[in-house]
């Protein structure tokens, strides 16, 4: 990780528990953290590049392959308030929820690769269809959370998450579906 696009991406989070995506300011940013424009450019085309690199860089630490779902309504506990900020903006909602979708699709493709073999025959076009499925699910219940301000006990993210999922042997016969 390249230690001065994670401080651009640093000052912009602080900068957007105050304001919204559109009003930052990269002057502001590139002031408080003594450098030049020229320094922000270097590594970013605009400040919506920065904030995309953000998400990746906090949704990778956040959002483990283990715990996708869990990690999930984990991260929107331990940061609601940026994300509250995230979805009054257009621009950072989109990339918000755009960003969530990608990373949380790499995340389901590699756990299925890894935990059902058949997954791996099976064309790419039927493991997109099968990732962007539930993934798509995921995230609408997730949006629902936020939304509504509900906050769902431990327990009942548990039984969403089988309910989505279902088991292990659940999600290999959905596969084996795709494969005959």
């Not at 331990?78 to 903006?89: E, L, S, Y």
């Not at 962007?132 to 959370?145: D, K, N, P, Q, T």
Request: proline share 1%; net charge neutral.
């Amino acid at each position: 990780m390249n230690k001065r696009k994670h401080e651009f991406a640093a000052e912009l989070r602080k900068e957007m528990q105050t304001t919204i995506l559109s009003k930052v300011s990269i002057s502001d940013i590139c002031k408080n953290l003594k450098c030049s424009r020229q320094s922000f450019y270097y590594y970013f085309d605009a400040i919506e590049d920065c904030f995309a690199y953000f998400l990746k860089d906090s949704f990778k630490s956040e959002i483990s392959d283990e715990y996708l779902l869990s990690d999930i309504f984990n991260y929107f506990d331990r940061n609601a308030d940026f994300i509250k900020v995230c979805n009054a903006d257009q621009v950072s909602r989109s990339l918000f929820w755009d960003g969530l979708y990608v990373y949380a699709k790499k995340v389901l493709d590699n756990t299925l690769a890894h935990n059902i073999p058949e997954y791996l025959s099976l064309y790419a076009e039927q493991r997109e269809a099968i990732v962007s499925f539930y993934v798509s699910g995921i995230l609408e219940e997730a949006r629902m959370y936020v939304s509504t301000n509900h906050v769902p006990t431990k327990e009942k993210r548990i039984s969403y998450c089988r309910a989505m999922l279902g088991t292990s042997e659940d999600m290999r016969n959905c596969i084996m579906r795709f494969t005959h």
